[in-house]
């Protein structure tokens, strides 16, 4: 996994890691009941991530003083992540200096290099490099994890140069690993911006100071218009005479607004009660039967309504048996959905397909466009306080209840379609900028990678390849 110019063969020679490596320990093995607040900070393979100890969600194990002999933690360790999925087993951090003691799990190898003919440093960068190929290719399946062994880690090839040389590449690697750590970091600060801009966009938009009001359009051009007030009549009328129900029609709840801010001229508060006819799936197939499992009905369940980036849902589920439509609540294309269970309840989308929802799923029906739109926007700035309400036992989860009495600034129908078209746009453009960032970041990743892969084929300190990384780096 890399080449040595023959300028350096004198210089660089390949050997193997066991070559280099003074000792080589699994970690220890503890039932649950030997954790406790009480023990030693013990590293877990959750505690590695790109070549450096990710110091949170910290364990403590109960460990005598010889255990802590033995499997103690000291500045120069590498620590080597033996048992996890194929992409992320053989991840490998350095132990720095002042971490203070500690033990390691057994899902890890503790590595003690022989410092004499390798800097844990210089052995961490290149295991940072070349070690995802190296053990995603050798490592072992085991009861859906992979795994290495000793003998495998022992076996990854490195290359040794003297101590001088071993010093110039590393700090040559962080000189330029922080020049590229300063460009990700504005990377972070302008996807962060990015979020706060998207809240702000919706948050103005349905507080009515995103554009100019209905009100103030009409008034300017001397014309009347519908307003939000009149618009809520409209809809109940319609909701009164369409009604095909059971029994005789319930008139939705209005909301208290006593204590409610003062809305913009034209504005109404009305609930979701008022606007739609909210109902929830119907129960979870059972498990095994065959009649609910593999048909051509779609089943529309949380999973597919929070994977999907997307404002629609398009991602076909799991088929349901026509037995299991009978079962379930089935929903018609363009029907506005939220979800309202489970960690990532409160996730407005509007289905593209029909299909039948579960009970994790809500769907708020006779719903017309714009309104169905401008709700999404609306429910998209209740997120995070429906997160907060949790009425399950084990997870979040809303009743009807609380959705229908989600109260919502009603703006009039034709600033509806003005709102719902400057919010596309404004989101549609801060997603082309997210996706350049995206971008950039996957470029910063591809630059690190090619930073170590020239330290170990002796360029790195090459002066034009230095000026060019330099470069490359300011650029991003």
Not at 206 to 213: A, D, H
Not at 292 to 301: A, D, H, K, L, R
Not at 325 to 350: H, Q
Request: overall charge positive; aromatic content about 6%.
């Amino acid at each position: 996994y890399f080449a040595i110019p023959k300028t350096d063969s004198a210089v660089f020679k390949t050997v193997h890691l066991s070559d280099v490596t003074d000792s080589m320990k699994n970690g220890l093995d503890k039932p649950a009941s030997e954790y406790g607040d009480d023990g030693v900070p013990c590293l877990r393979m959750y505690n590695t991530d790109a070549g450096q100890i990710v110091w949170r969600d910290i364990k403590r194990m109960r460990v005598s003083a010889s255990e802590l002999e033995d499997y103690g933690l000291v500045e120069g360790d590498l620590l080597v992540n033996r048992v996890n999925s194929r992409e992320l087993v053989g991840k490998t951090a350095l132990i720095p200096s002042g971490m203070g003691p500690s033990v390691f799990e057994s899902k890890n190898i503790r590595l003690r290099l022989k410092t004499d003919l390798a800097l844990p440093k210089f052995i961490n960068y290149q295991l940072l490099a070349f070690g995802h190929q190296h053990f995603s290719n050798n490592a072992q399946q085991v009861v859906g994890m992979a795994s290495v062994s000793q003998k495998q880690l022992s076996s990854f090839r490195i290359v040794l140069a003297p101590l001088d040389k071993q010093k110039r590449i590393v700090a040559e690697i962080e000189k330029q690993f922080s020049r590229l750590d300063e460009a990700v970091a504005n990377l972070k600060r302008v996807k962060a911006n990015l979020k706060r801009y998207k809240a702000t966009v919706l948050k103005t938009a349905v507080e009515g100071r995103l554009i100019e009001t209905e009100a103030e359009v009409a008034r300017r051009e001397g014309r009347s218009y519908e307003t939000g007030e009149q618009l809520l009549q409209r809809i109940l009328e319609t909701r009164r005479s369409q009604w095909q129900g059971k029994g005789k029609y319930k008139e939705p709840t209005a909301p208290d607004t006593t204590s409610l801010p003062e809305l913009p001229e034209g504005w109404v508060w009305a609930s979701l009660d008022e606007l739609s006819d909210v109902v929830r799936g119907g129960s979870p197939r059972p498990a095994g039967d065959p009649r609910y499992f593999g048909g051509p009905v779609p089943w529309i369940t949380v999973g597919p309504l929070t994977a999907d980036e997307s404002d629609y849902l398009h991602r076909v589920p799991e088929g349901l048996t026509f037995e299991g439509k009978e079962r379930s609540r089935y929903i018609e294309p363009d029907t506005l959905l939220l979800t309202n269970s489970g960690a990532t309840l409160g996730v407005p989308k509007i289905s593209l397909i029909g299909g039948c929802i579960n009970d994790g799923v809500a769907a708020l029906l006779g719903v017309g466009y714009p309104l169905k739109r401008y709700l999404v926007n609306f429910l998209r700035t209740k997120t995070m306080t429906l997160r907060r309400i949790n009425q399950g036992a084990a997870q979040p989860n809303l009743n009807t209840s609380i959705i229908k009495a989600m109260i919502v600034p009603l703006p009039p129908e034709a600033e509806q379609h003005q709102i719902v078209a400057e919010v596309d746009l404004r989101l549609s453009l801060l997603r082309e900028t997210e996706a350049q960032v995206d971008a950039n970041f996957r470029r910063a990743e591809r630059m690190r990678q090619s930073i170590l892969s020239r330290a170990f084929s002796g360029e790195l300190i090459n002066e034009s390849t230095f000026l060019y990384t330099t470069a490359a780096a300011s650029a991003i």
